[in-house]
């Protein structure tokens, strides 16, 4: 029975890996579209664009540690 119980644990992170994975390209993409559709002028300071990546990665990074605790 310990046995089980310990395989539905491994299929649960690996399943948590692979989504957490996924999620991560997720997020690349979106900044990706981000900056294609509103490019950053090479004189333009930094503004709200300079943060969009690690903003969201850091809620992808949440995401992740909230799912990841239980286990």
Not at 48 to 57: A, E, G, R, V
Request: glycine share 4%; proline share 6%.
């Amino acid at each position: 029975k310990k046995e089980k119980k310990s395989e539905a644990l491994n299929i649960r992170g690996v399943l948590l890996h692979v989504m957490g994975d996924a999620l991560g390209s997720v997020v690349v993409v979106i900044t990706a579209i981000i900056f294609y559709v509103l490019p950053l002028k090479s004189e333009d300071p930094c503004n709200w664009q300079c943060y969009i990546d690690p903003s969201l990665t850091v809620l992808m990074v949440i995401i992740i540690l909230s799912s990841a605790f239980p286990l």
